[in-house]
């Protein structure tokens, strides 16, 4: 994938969900992000399930093709939810992995709480703290804000893969693990290696 010149990479956030999708894209330079989109797709008038997925398979391979991210930043389901909403949850996050795998691009996930502790210091922050956390790292006024915190979730989680990338190895201590091997160390073949290297300094 062609990154644009003097730009070093795209990180493509999304804030999965089967009623309403946050997604953000971050565009770096300089080791400095700045916010590219953000926006939300809306599903809640399809009645289907089967129909909300593929919407949402469409909407972030169309935003691969319009934006040529280099990276997807994804949340991962959480623990807590029922079963049933665990698993509709659990195939929105799988079909949105799978544009991203049509196009070769890597993808790493991050739990909730690691965005929250990453983003606020705290892994029971509230959605409007990541928010107003989101407007001061990346110099937001309200206009640029969308209303949907789903949006502000997947810049946040953008952002949480960009401050976790680019810490040195040896302070990584659970990131993210990518689900396609890339060449930039940053995934999960060689967090196996440091793991293996570095037992002792892996906090479980």
Same mark, same amino acid.
């Given at each position: 994938?062609?990154? *644009? *010149?003097?730009?070093?990479?795209?990180?493509?956030?999304?804030?999965?969900?089967?009623?309403?999708?946050?997604?953000?894209?971050? #565009?770096?330079?300089? /080791?400095? $992000?700045?916010?590219?989109?953000?926006?939300?797709?809306?599903?809640?008038?399809?009645?289907?399930?089967?129909? #909300?997925?593929? #919407? +949402?398979?469409? /909407?972030?391979?169309?935003?691969?093709?319009?934006?040529?991210?280099?990276?997807?930043?994804?949340?991962?389901?959480?623990? %807590?939810?029922?079963?049933?909403?665990?698993?509709?949850?659990? /195939?929105?996050? %799988?079909?949105?992995?799978?544009?991203?795998?049509? /196009?070769? +691009?890597? +993808?790493?996930?991050?739990?909730?709480?690691?965005?929250?502790?990453?983003?606020?210091?705290?892994?029971?922050?509230?959605?409007?703290?990541?928010?107003?956390?989101?407007?001061?790292?990346?110099?937001?006024?309200?206009?640029?804000?969308?209303?949907?915190?789903?949006?502000?979730?997947?810049?946040?989680?953008?952002?949480?893969?960009?401050?976790?990338?680019?810490? $040195?190895?040896?302070?990584?201590? %659970?990131?993210?693990?990518?689900?396609?091997?890339?060449?930039?160390?940053?995934?999960?073949?060689?967090?196996?290696?440091?793991? *293996?290297?570095? *037992?002792? #300094?892996?906090?479980?």
């Amino acid at each position: 994938m062609t990154t *644009a *010149a003097g730009v070093e990479k795209i990180i493509l956030g999304i804030d999965p969900g089967t009623n309403v999708m946050g997604y953000g894209l971050l #565009r770096v330079n300089n /080791r400095k $992000p700045e916010l590219m989109v953000m926006g939300v797709l809306q599903l809640k008038k399809l009645e289907s399930h089967y129909v #909300r997925l593929k #919407r +949402i398979y469409e /909407r972030v391979l169309g935003l691969i093709e319009q934006y040529h991210p280099d990276e997807l930043a994804i949340e991962s389901p959480f623990v %807590g939810i029922n079963p049933n909403s665990m698993i509709k949850l659990c /195939r929105a996050q %799988g079909v949105a992995m799978a544009a991203a795998v049509e /196009r070769d +691009i890597p +993808i790493f996930e991050y739990s909730p709480a690691k965005v929250k502790i990453q983003m606020v210091g705290n892994g029971a922050a509230s959605k409007e703290q990541v928010a107003a956390m989101v407007k001061n790292a990346l110099h937001l006024t309200d206009e640029d804000m969308d209303a949907k915190f789903d949006a502000s979730d997947a810049v946040a989680i953008a952002l949480t893969h960009f401050y976790i990338s680019n810490k $040195p190895q040896s302070m990584l201590s %659970g990131g993210a693990k990518s689900k396609i091997p890339t060449h930039s160390g940053g995934g999960s073949a060689s967090w196996s290696a440091f793991v *293996a290297q570095n *037992a002792d #300094r892996v906090h479980k």
